[in-house]
């Protein structure tokens, strides 16, 4: 099962690293992501998976959440989460 979030992280050194290495620790996998830079801050936009059913995805959001450089992070609709990527490049 495919979760989307959006995450608003620091523009800092390291800060995407930190987060994708999170979540490759706890199991998951990265099925699709962007990145936009919004001022001092970037939105992270990330469809993941667990790589089995003992993965819980709500665990991941509140340990991504305690992760420093990260300010927000909020579940996305998954079926309009990529809409405006693919209609601005499309395939």
Not at 26 to 35: K, N, S, W, Y
Not at 68 to 79: D, E, N
Request: aromatic letters at 4%.
């Amino acid at each position: 099962m495919t979760e989307t979030f959006t995450i608003q992280i620091d523009r800092a050194e390291g800060s995407l690293q930190r987060l994708i290495g999170l979540i490759e620790r706890r199991g998951f996998h990265i099925d699709r992501m962007t990145l936009a830079d919004t001022g001092a801050h970037r939105e992270v936009r990330l469809a993941i998976r667990p790589r089995d059913n003992s993965r819980s995805c709500d665990v991941l959001g509140r340990q991504i959440d305690r992760l420093i450089g990260v300010r927000r992070i909020a579940p996305a609709p998954a079926s309009n989460a990529f809409a405006e990527e693919a209609s601005v490049c499309p395939a």
